[in-house]
């Protein structure tokens, strides 16, 4: 019978049916971070287990670390010592640890694929609802929590019920400079912030396979916004080809390449709901509101609370107008902002600082803003710097940090903003005080981000 | 009382799509433990004398009433762990983030859903006489307050999953040789992180 890429998957990694539709799943990779895990380690003592694989484990430094320099750290004592607590579980239980710094190092979501760390149809878990990053590669992957780690810790699997599917077919190709965060906010605003529950969201169509592995992970990235359990990509040219520069010098590629072709759904496959999206229509978006689906793009204005039909909706929005102190009527031009952040899981990959420096170069930064890049990984700095983005950067008087983390997209670091400040941010939650008690935060794409920070206000690239 | 049983009186939050950012911000998250959180729930909001966790009335509520889309987000277990050391024992709501969803029940925390009305019909009656009991029958799938009779919706596997509070870990430990025969029949070639002869596949180029 024609099956779903999640069916292939699942079915490959249920070890044993539990009765109440749950299924005992094997889980091939497993990332860790320092924030959400030390309570998992604490009961894996008190219980007197120890981590059946740590070959399948990994872990990084990422959350709350600092950008500007290793030191750093040692300057706020809880936040070094959630650091130390990992360095010290990680020793106690043998698991392999990437510190601030070191050549691997970087956002979980960002280095797990880079390291060739992520194989099609394989499964994939992590303490982060971003875990959805990884589907680009075909792989089922998705954010569990603390009870979940301890688990997956302990046994290497965890007891899931079956996801539904869903498909997202895009037709018809998107215009030029429309980005896949772009689409990623089309999609949230069109299905909302609750569309996606209980679903793995499969993107297809043309358009989402003319998409590069970067653009992929940013819209899977995105899937959670829309409430997804997980988003995933069918494996194609562009996967066997970024898996190929990954994994290069690894032996085995040839006949791999031959079994992951198999990680696609099949042409008649049913998926329990369909939707489609018509590509052409998809412009540049940009968040106004407390959540993802309140995005608009440049030709609309801030929308009116009248043209709400559904109230609880008109509520969130009157709250969000409230917090993010805009009006109805308003357009994006007329938003002037303090930040411009380029970084994080869903943008802060080297594509993402090829276009922002693309569109700096020759330009400065508005004196009123403060423009923050931060690299997803030390890969993705170390390879910004070979290509001389840092100097672009630095010409354009933004400020390219020199240590990769989530920095501005959580504020747990010293980057965090102010009570009142105002950010365009190439992340992926724009929640109250996301970035910062106080703080507004407006997601958009990096082209978009980049442009704002020049102009001083949102702003496209066309204004330039 | 049973599992299956639950009194209490309750606080409306009158909102939707409260996420887990707000239900504690993630500054507050530093603590290596799941207990003590109970101080940094709603951290932002409780700021504002207004919000209803600081009015007295409610003071001795077990119940939280949430909208729709209640805890989407981020993963932390500590919106789950914060919510139950305020003293919370179920979380009612329209609907509710997955992985909160799953988090609660690891958790004991009750979560239970119903529908739009039946929220507004709890959201009206607490906000209007906030000492109302709320009774909730697990066993019949009822909510009744003040003579009105909701339905709740729980899955019946979450259900039993609740009531039986059984431990995941230990229950997954029984099928441990289940578990080693799939790891001996597991494809060969997957992405370890320890290097393991010449066909490990991660890290360690470059
Ligand atoms: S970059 Fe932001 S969204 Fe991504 S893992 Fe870090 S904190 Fe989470």
């Known amino acids: ?464 | 009382m049973s599992r299956e049983h639950i009194r209490g009186q309750g606080v409306p939050l009158l909102r939707n799509n409260v996420d887990t950012d707000q239900i504690i911000p993630a500054r507050f998250c530093y603590q290596a433990k799941r207990v003590g959180h109970g101080d940094s729930l709603f951290g932002n909001w409780r700021q504002d004398p207004s919000f209803v966790l600081n009015d007295s009335r409610y003071a001795d509520a077990t119940i939280l009433v949430a909208g729709r889309e209640f805890a989407t987000g981020s993963s932390r277990e500590y919106a789950v762990w914060a919510i139950k050391d305020y003293g919370f024992k179920v979380v009612i709501a329209q609907s509710f983030g997955d992985i909160f969803y799953k988090n609660a029940i690891i958790n004991d925390l009750l979560p239970l859903k119903t529908t739009e009305q039946g929220i507004e019909t709890l959201w009206g009656i607490l906000a209007r006489s906030p000492e109302a009991v709320i009774d909730i029958d697990l066993e019949d799938k009822t909510i009744t307050i003040e003579n009105n009779v909701i339905s709740a919706i729980m899955e019946e596997r979450f259900k039993r999953k609740y009531i039986l509070n059984l431990d995941d870990i230990s229950q997954t430990l029984e099928d441990i040789e289940s578990i080693e025969g799939y790891e001996k029949s597991r494809y060969r070639y997957l992405a370890t992180t320890i290097e393991r002869g010449e066909n490990f596949t991660s890290a360690k180029s470059k």
């Open chain 1, 1 to 464: 019978m024609a099956k779903t890429l999640l069916e292939k998957i699942w079915n490959g990694h249920s070890i044993k049916q539990l009765g109440d539709s749950e299924d005992l799943i094997y889980i091939d990779m497993h990332l860790l971070h320092e924030i959400n895990t030390p309570q998992a380690f604490d009961r894996l003592r008190a219980s007197n287990l120890t981590v059946r694989r740590p070959d399948l484990t990994v872990a990084t430094e990422d959350h709350n670390t600092p950008t500007r320099s290793i030191a750093a750290l040692q300057s706020d004592p809880l936040r070094k010592k959630q650091v130390d607590l990992l360095r010290q579980n990680c020793s106690e239980f043998d698991i392999p640890l990437y510190q601030l710094g070191e050549s691997r190092q970087g956002i979980t979501h960002v280095i797990a694929p880079e390291q060739g760390l992520v194989h099609p149809g394989t499964t994939l878990v992590c303490c982060d609802s971003h875990t959805t990053t990884h589907g680009a590669l075909a792989a089922l992957a998705f954010g569990i929590g603390t009870s979940q780690v301890e688990h997956v810790l302990a046994t290497q699997t965890l007891r899931l019920q079956r996801f539904n599917s869903m498909r997202i077919t895009v037709k018809n190709s998107l215009r030029a400079n429309i980005s896949s965060k772009d689409l990623a906010l089309f999609i949230i605003n069109q299905i909302g912030t609750g569309g996606g529950i209980g679903h793995v969201i499969e993107y297809a169509g043309d358009t989402i396979h003319k998409l590069s592995m970067e653009a992929r992970m940013t819209l899977c990235n995105m899937s959670v916004e829309a409430g997804a359990s997980a988003g995933i990509i069918g494996v194609d040219d562009v996967t066997i080809d970024y898996l190929r520069s990954v994994l290069n010098g690894y032996s085995n590629i040839e006949e791999e390449i031959n079994r992951w072709r198999n990680f696609v759904s099949d042409a008649d496959a049913i998926f329990d709901k369909e939707i489609v999206i018509d590509g052409s229509e998809v412009d540049e978006r940009v968040t106004w509101g407390t959540n993802p689906s309140q995005n608009i793009s440049f030709n609309e204005c801030i929308p009116d609370l009248s043209s709400y039909r559904d109230t609880s909706e008109k509520e969130a929005a009157q709250c969000a107008l409230e917090y993010m102190k805009i009006k109805p009527g308003q357009f994006l031009r007329e938003i002037r902002i303090d930040k411009v952040f380029v970084g994080s899981c869903t943008n802060g990959r080297i594509e993402d600082l090829r276009v922002v420096a693309g569109i700096l170069k020759g330009r400065a930064v508005h004196t009123n803003v403060d423009m923050v890049i931060v690299p997803g990984s030390i890969k993705v700095r170390d390879q910004a710097i070979r290509e001389g983005l840092d100097i672009v950067f630095k010409n354009a008087g933004a400020d390219f940090r020199y240590l990769p983390g989530c920095s501005m997209c959580v504020g747990l670091n010293e980057d965090s903003m102010r009570s009142g400040e105002r950010s365009v941010s190439t992340s992926n939650r724009n929640f109250e005080g996301r970035q910062g008690t106080g703080s507004m935060t407006h997601i958009a794409s990096p082209a978009v981000a980049a442009a704002s920070a020049i102009m001083g206000h949102i702003a496209s690239p066309s204004d330039l």
